[in-house]
Structure formats: structure tokens, C-alpha cells
């Protein structure tokens, strides 16, 4: 699995490296920009990322804000539903206004809040038909 790790903060994001390890390769993007340049170039590469994890709150441009950009470039690229990239958003904001946003007017796939326990993660996974 090709794996895209969206997180400014060091700790949580070699938590999330280890914790994916086992299941595939991943790069990190430290803030919003790099998110999406990462996931543009995947595209054009033709060797897409299967699971973004994504953290909402990032420099230069905020998680909600990829997300957004993500999913409308899927769709200008004609990718269906069914084929969009997994987004997981990995957070410490569990507002209910934060999930919606991620949900309703983003496209998130599920969404895991900070602190990030291994067992959680591999039950989305699962669920997302990323794991066996």
C-alpha cells in the first residue's frame, strides 16, 4: 500500500510511520502544500496513494482545505467514488463542527483523534478495505 502521512508535528508523525510500517511505504508531508503537491505528483506518476492520513491543523494550508483539493482533483480527473484515495483525518480536534467539516463538506473516510492508539488504526483500516 502507498501511504501519504500529512503531519507537522515530528512525534506523531514517526508514531504514524511505525505504526503503518508493516502494511506499506509511506512519505510524509510536513504542512497542507507539501500534502497536496505529494498527492498531485502520485497522481501524474500514476502510482496513487491508497491511504492519506491527514492532520487538520497544519502550516500553510490546513487539513480541511487539502482535503477539499484532494477530492476535487479526483473528480476533474473522472476518479470514481469507489476509487478515491482513503483519507484519514488524524487529529486532536474532535469538535463537532471539525468532524463535519471533514465529512460532509470535505470527503474524509473516517476519522481518528490524537492520541492515535495502534488497535484504533487498524480497525479503520479494515473497515476502509485496506487490510485483510
Same mark, same amino acid.
Given at each position: 500500500m502507498r501511504i501519504l502521512i500529512a503531519e507537522d508535528d515530528f512525534t506523531s508523525r514517526r508514531l504514524l510511520q511505525k505504526m503503518l510500517e508493516p502494511f506499506g511505504s509511506s512519505d510524509v508531508?510536513?504542512?497542507?502544500?507539501?500534502?497536496?503537491?505529494?498527492?498531485?505528483?502520485?497522481? !501524474?506518476e500514476g502510482r496513487p496513494y491508497q491511504l492519506i492520513c491527514l492532520d487538520i491543523m497544519m502550516p500553510e494550508? +490546513?487539513?480541511?482545505?487539502v482535503l477539499k483539493i484532494i477530492r476535487r482533483h479526483? !473528480?476533474?480527473?473522472?476518479?470514481?467514488?469507489? +476509487?478515491?484515495?482513503?483519507?484519514?483525518?488524524t487529529t486532536a480536534l474532535d469538535q463537532p463542527h471539525d468532524v463535519v467539516e471533514a465529512f460532509y463538506h470535505g470527503g474524509c473516510t473516517d476519522y481518528l483523534v490524537k492520541p492515535?492508539? !495502534?488497535?484504533?488504526?487498524?480497525? !479503520?483500516?479494515?473497515e476502509c478495505k485496506l487490510l485483510d
Open positions: 508531508a510536513v504542512n497542507g502544500e507539501e500534502a497536496v503537491t505529494a498527492f498531485e505528483a502520485a497522481q !501524474k494550508m +490546513d487539513g480541511q482545505q479526483e !473528480k476533474e480527473l473522472g476518479v470514481a467514488p469507489r +476509487d478515491e484515495v482513503k483519507v484519514l483525518m492515535i492508539e !495502534k488497535k484504533n488504526l487498524l480497525l !479503520k483500516l479494515r
